[in-house]
């Protein structure tokens, strides 16, 4: 079992968050899921925060934007 992938936390992941294609982007811990699970309750710019940092940061979610787009075309 790996470490929560939420930027700054060191918590045991618990729950795989998978894209539409099949794709891990996050595994976090209990507390991180429920905090994705309740963001859509909440405006689009705090739903964008949360998601960049439930990949670990914004340079974790724009390498695998760029995986997932073509190679980082």
């Known amino acids: 079992m790996g470490k929560c992938t939420w930027?700054?936390?060191?918590?045991?992941?618990?729950?795989?968050q998978i894209a539409r294609d099949g794709q891990v982007w996050a595994d976090l811990c209990n507390e991180h899921a429920e905090e994705i699970d309740?963001?859509?309750d909440q405006e689009s710019g705090a739903i964008l925060k949360k998601w960049v940092k439930a990949q670990?940061?914004?340079?974790?979610a724009a390498s695998r934007l760029m995986g997932t787009m073509g190679g980082g075309r």
Do not use: F, M
């Open 38 to 40: 309740d963001i859509l």
């Open 7 to 16: 930027e700054g936390c060191d918590r045991p992941a618990r729950n795989e």
């Open 56 to 60: 670990g940061g914004s340079k974790k």
